[in-house]
């Protein structure tokens, strides 16, 4: 079983709408990362979290401590938002990832 | 600030082979850590160098090895390829501690024939 559960896995969506990704976690962790990976591979830091929530743009990123879990929304969604947006957990010193959610922003 | 760079981008090479890989680091990191993500799935943790010693490692054979240079520049090297190690290697980099931001290259795709 995962440690980094993210769902939905796949998700569409009409432009301008609101988007949540979800994230759980099993075990204590020190921070959280919010990625974007776009096809080709390479991988964009969004967010590093600790504790409460942080805003970037038209992300969003909270995290719930005591419930093991995070979310990400993407608030009046565009097609340039389609990717697949990663969870990954820090264990130590290592970064243990969600299997990510695909998302696709239809015009 | 070039940021992660990895090379090479793409790499095709037959089973049985040996491969390296190669990563700097973004200007000013000192830890250097390797994740291999096969298609459709999350990156795995294959290793953390830093001060040019293996730190930690994940649940890889002992055909994945490394090596970290003094200019923090890394390398990863695979032995004995075999078809189940096609996937794109991504190198990450960051400052020592355990919160510091990571950042990633753009990856290598190494498909093994």
């Known amino acids: 079983k995962n440690e980094v559960e993210q769902s939905p896995q796949n998700l569409t969506a009409q432009e301008g709408e609101f988007i949540t990704i979800n994230c759980s976690y099993s075990v204590g962790i020190s921070a959280l990362h919010w990625l974007q990976q776009h096809p080709g591979g390479g991988i964009v830091s969004l967010f590093m979290?600790?504790?409460g929530k942080k805003k970037h743009g038209r992300l969003i990123a909270t995290i719930n401590i005591q419930e093991k879990h995070s979310s990400l929304h993407i608030t009046a969604s565009h097609p340039r938002d389609s990717a697949v947006y990663i969870c990954?957990?820090?264990?130590?010193?290592?970064?243990?990832f969600g299997a990510g959610t695909i998302l696709r922003v239809k015009s | 600030d070039a940021g992660v760079t990895q090379s090479p981008t793409h790499l095709i090479k037959t089973r049985g082979q040996q491969v390296t890989l190669r990563c700097s680091p973004k200007?000013?990191?000192?830890?250097v850590s390797w994740y291999q993500q096969a298609l459709g799935q999350g990156p795995q943790f294959i290793f953390q160098y830093y001060e040019e010693e293996e730190r930690q490692r994940g649940n890889f054979p002992d055909r994945f090895s490394g090596h970290q240079f003094p200019n923090y520049s890394s390398e990863l090297n695979v032995n004995a390829l075999l078809l189940g190690d096609s996937a794109l290697y991504l190198c990450?980099?960051?400052?020592?501690?355990?919160?510091?931001?990571?950042?990633f290259g753009q990856g290598t795709r190494l498909t093994v024939v």
């Open positions: 990450a980099s960051s400052l020592a501690g355990l919160n510091t931001e990571a950042f």
């Open positions: 200007s000013g990191h000192d830890t």
């Open positions: 990954a957990v820090r264990y130590g010193n290592k970064l243990v």
């Open positions: 979290l600790s504790s």
